[in-house]
């Protein structure tokens, strides 16, 4: 019972942090019809500014934190005006075709800077170990990442839901001709999405080198999993993405513990047929662009 | 001139052979002679081009985008791989097309997963395959040998004639003859009346259906007919380099397919050929530069790519060829112009 909760709990982290990870390509994939398959380096740039910050540096962890974020936004800006801006209207074999360059230039850039071998980030003391709860074994760490996790999940519902920015940036995606005659700057308000979602996968990319590990793989390796979050949970609302990220990490920690010789074998199959049996995901809208 | 034989006339004048297409694969057999120490980056080269052509008649001419044609690949090359190696089909051309059919049988089973939804689920599905694959290889070790991969495949002489030599020189000739099969194969398909079908298709499926196209058959077909391809290629790399590992099935390798095909331009046929040659004198010349990091200069040649412009590159390089056919021949350009993409 108690490895049931374990497990639960787990799942649960690696479902948010997932989250974070993957939301900014929600907005990008599901809401710009924009095929990012580069999300995961800017992820892996905030996960290496952190690590070198906190390794090299001798940052305290959480001050390194919200510089990954600011790392990987900055990057973020300046890409999105530089290269992908002037892509938002061409064809999805393009897009596919461009970030898969700046994966391939990004995992090869980061080896010949940082070193092909996994690295690991210096915590502090008080995120090691574990607290006894009720006889269920709580990593701090974990118990950390979903307390983060879980404010960031709720600030970006209110600012989506709530504030003028939000409702401009939900208008600039449901028509941007319409928004733009209105007086919204749309590229603007995109840019800045991007960034911003850049950033949260920064962020997320500096909490997950504990959990998921952090080398130059990492945007080849997790690729799959921000897309089937996305493709999976829909883009409607923030609210699909991150049940689908839950789901996710749940479904992919038990499978790891209960059934470990199958692997990612699980993953894959469920995408397929969700994919299948509702092409623009579980919580979609039933018509999108 | 009624309309249907003016479409005839015009149909039969573009599949015509050219002089410059004879002119190619002359030049092709001839680069045997040329340069007798490079079988082997030859033979690699002559496989590309023929897995690159299997992706030009989806993506192409049917406008799928594909991000997992690893995944047949790999089928043929386990599937040449376990036959050579249990000795079940020992004759390489035999083995080839068995195992060309299996890629060919998985390939019609997952079409009809991929003709449904746009093209953003397109290619999660067929990115999901390939991977599930690789999964599969992975976990069947005792099969397939897991990450070690097949070891100690031995190839029979190919028609009990012709024995493998180490230079590869058996094996160039062989993968060219087959390349240049399936090329006639691929070519006379295009320009059939199904191949115009199916460009009608990309351009617009709704039309296509308007006008009386089965649109989901069609698709269905020439994916089953692109896998057989892929297929064969796997195997042939089964069987000239008497190896078949997990990444046959790697992400990377469809990604690089992509590549190629870009760099050759789609929709004619040649540009998977070309672009074969090109990649892999490019991927010469940066592993030369770098060797560990070749995948940064091949990653920048895409950016460049997309961001010129594929269109506008392609008139570029095929400016000067052009200029010289046009003195030539009096006026009509004729170098095979590659169509603009699906969107």
Sequence with gaps: MTALFTILFDGVAYGMLLFVLACGLAV?????????????????????????????SGW???????????????????????????????????QVLFSIGLVFMSVAAVDYIMGSSRIFIKLPAALEGQIDFFGVGIGRYRLMIIVICGLLTAALQLVLARTRFGSRLRAAVDDPRAASGLGINVPQ?????????????????????????????????????????????????????????LLLGIGDVAGKYYVPKVGPFVIYTIMIVILIWRPNGLFGRTATR | MTAPADVGYHARRHARWHWSEIAFWILALSCALLFPSRFLIMTDIVRLALFALSLDLILGYAGIVSLGHAAFFGIGAYGAGLLALHGIITEPVLALLVAGLAAAAIGFLTSFLVIRGVDLTRLMVTLGIALLLEALAERFSDITGGTDGLQGIE???????????????????????????????????????????????????LRAAAIGVPVNRRLIAIYTLAAFYAGIAGALFTQ????????????????????????????????????????????????????????????????????????????????????????????????????????
Excluded at chain 1, 75 to 93: K, P
Excluded at chain 2, 170 to 196: K, T
Excluded at chain 2, 283 to 290: C, I, K, R, V, Y
Excluded at chain 2, 328 to 342: M, V
């Design chain 1, 60 to 94: 305290p962890f959480f001050a390194a934190l919200p510089l990954a974020f600011v790392a990987s936004a900055l990057i973020g800006v300046v890409l999105e005006r530089a290269l992908y801006r002037h892509l938002y209207t061409r064809s999805h074999l393009d």
């Design chain 2, 240 to 343: 000239t380099t008497a190896l078949a590992s997990l990444d046959v099935f790697a992400f990377e390798r469809s990604a690089d397919l992509m590549l190629v095909l870009v760099i050759g331009g789609t929709g004619y046929l040649y540009g998977g050929l070309i672009g074969a040659v090109v990649f892999k004198m490019l991927q010469e010349f940066f592993s030369s530069l770098t060797p560990q990091y070749w995948q940064f200069w091949i990653g920048l040649v895409l950016v460049v790519i997309v961001l010129v412009g594929r269109e506008r590159l392609h008139r570029w390089a095929l400016w000067l060829p052009n200029l010289v056919v046009r003195q030539l021949s009096g006026g009509k350009a004729a170098i095979a112009i590659p169509e603009s993409d699906a969107s």
């Design chain 2, 155 to 205: 190839m029979q002489p190919i028609l009990g004639l012709f024995a493998f030599d180490m230079f590869g020189k058996v094996g160039f000739f062989y993968s060219l003859a087959v390349l240049f099969v399936l090329f006639l194969l691929a070519r006379r398909i295009v320009h059939s009346p199904f191949g115009l079908s199916l460009r009608a298709i990309k351009n617009n499926p």
């Design chain 1, 189 to 245: 308000v995109f840019a800045f999405t991007f960034a911003f979602g850049c950033g949260l996968a920064g962020l997320g990319g500096a909490l997950s080198a504990e959990i998921l590990g952090l080398d130059p793989y990492f945007p080849l390796k997790f690729m799959i999993y921000f897309l089937i979050v996305v493709t999976v949970g829909g883009s409607s609302s923030i609210t699909g993405p991150f049940l689908a990220s």
């Design chain 1, 28 to 56: 990008t994939l599901g809401l710009m019809n924009f095929v990012n398959l580069a999300h995961g380096a800017f992820a892996m740039a905030g996960g290496y500014v952190c690590a070198v910050l906190v390794n090299q």
